[in-house]
């Protein structure tokens, strides 16, 4: 089963993973969340393996931009809700490999993941 790349186009780190999977052949596909729904049972996988604190983006400029009050007292179910209303909350990319859950982009760390 190919990994699955999850981000959105104009991304410039989603733009460096595509090019990094591209150049190494790695086998996968690409799911670009503001092209199509992101599934609920998608987030629920991510947080139940890396847990809500690893996918959920305080340092987003949409996260920036929130009201103080919609800031504070994150949980995973608050979290959950508020990556579904705007997935730019989302740590991005997203590398699933099936084995491996990966939040933004590192060679090194790809390489590992996939074995190139």
Same mark, same amino acid.
Not at 34 to 41: F, G, H, T, W, Y
Not at 103 to 111: P, T
């Given at each position: ?6 981000? @959105?186009? $104009?991304? !410039?780190?989603?733009?460096? #993973?595509?090019?990094? &999977? ?8 690409? @799911? ?7 599934? %609920? ?14 996918? @959920?983006?305080?340092? $987003? ?5 929130? %009201?103080? #009050? ?10 959950? #809700? ?13 590398? !699933?490999?099936?084995?491996?859950? &990966? @939040? ?6 790809? #390489? ?5």
């Amino acid at each position: 089963m190919p990994a699955t790349l999850y981000g @959105f186009k $104009s991304c !410039d780190t989603v733009k460096k #993973a595509r090019k990094w &999977l591209d150049d190494h052949n790695v086998d996968h596909r690409y @799911f670009d969340y503001r092209a199509e729904r992101l599934d %609920p049972k998608v987030v629920d996988d991510w947080f139940k393996r890396a847990g809500w604190e690893a996918v @959920f983006n305080r340092n $987003s400029t949409t996260f920036k931009e929130l %009201p103080e #009050a919609e800031k504070t007292a994150i949980d995973a179910k608050k979290a959950r #809700a508020m990556i579904l209303a705007e997935t730019n909350l989302i740590k991005r990319p997203v590398l !699933d490999t099936g084995k491996d859950l &990966l @939040f933004g982009f590192r060679a090194d760390a790809y #390489a590992a993941a996939t074995g190139k």
